[in-house]
T-cell receptor
Framework: SQKIEQNSEALNIQEGKTATLTCNYT??????LQWYRQDPGRGPVFLLL?????KEKRKERLKVTFDTTLKQSLFHITASQPADSATYLC????????????FGAGTQVVVTP | AAGVIQSPRHLIKEKRETATLKCYPI?????VYWYQQGPGQDPQFLIS???????DKGSIPDRFSAQQFSDYHSELNMSSLELGDSALYFC???????????????FGQGTRLTVV
């Protein structure tokens, strides 16, 4: 079955440092992978999409890598700020069904001043 | 910019009652998704529509049904509510670029359903 794994333990990090999150997947051949941010009680907010033929993508202080051989994506928040504290979810389209996103459980990031 | 609108934001129902959740996608988006998120859980896919036709079905109970109307808004109907149905229900919309790729999904603020 298709699985997405993200670190279940919260990531506590000091302000200014780089936070690195991991998303591993099995039994997928995704055309793309997405990262979302979710704050408590609110809907996920799209951050970045990276396609299968892209190795790396950046947006402001965010960087995503995508290794289809390792079946892994890394999500980096550089120069982290307390406002970056949230849960970060990776999402993949189900192989057998376009558009149907499957989400990982998410990793909570806590940035302390 | 217009976002996905969901209503109501909060809903309290008793067991065995019926609830209807509404979703208004971003204009010109052709795909609507419904997700259920329990406390501390990741969003679970329920059902999706493409151009007003059901395109995929996930872990949606038989007690639930959904449809997309001619104006592209969607409604999730939930009957015989159970305590375990208490959750955040999110609607999202996206644009299908081709068979394998949709653009990013834009989520609404969600409806918090509490069944008592």
């Amino acid at each position: 079955s298709q699985k997405i794994e993200q670190n279940s333990e919260a990531l506590n990090i000091q302000e200014g440092k780089t936070a690195t999150l991991t998303c591993n997947y099995t039994n997928y051949s995704p055309a793309y992978l997405q990262w979302y941010r979710q704050d408590p009680g609110r809907g996920p907010v799209f951050l970045l999409l990276i396609r299968e033929n892209e190795k790396e993508k950046r947006k402001e202080r965010l960087k995503v890598t995508f290794d289809t051989t390792l079946k892994q994506s890394l999500f980096h928040i550089t120069a982290s700020q307390p406002a970056d504290s949230a849960t970060y979810l990776c999402a993949l389209p189900k192989t057998d069904s376009w558009g149907k996103l499957q989400f990982g459980a998410g990793t909570q990031v806590v940035v302390t001043p | 910019a217009a976002g996905v609108i969901q209503s109501p934001r909060h809903l309290i129902k008793e067991k065995r009652e019926t609830a209807t959740l509404k979703c208004y996608p971003i204009p010109r988006h052709d795909t609507v998704y419904w997700y259920q998120q329990g406390p501390g859980q990741d969003p679970q896919f329920l059902i999706s529509f493409y151009e007003k036709m059901q395109s995929d079905k996930g872990s949606i109970p038989d007690r639930f049904s959904a449809q997309q109307f001619s104006d592209y808004h969607s409604e999730l109907n939930m009957s015989s509510l159970e305590l375990g149905d208490s959750a955040l229900y999110f609607c999202a919309s996206s644009l299908q670029r081709n068979v394998r790729v949709n653009t990013e999904a834009f989520f609404g603020q969600g409806t918090r359903l509490t069944v008592v």
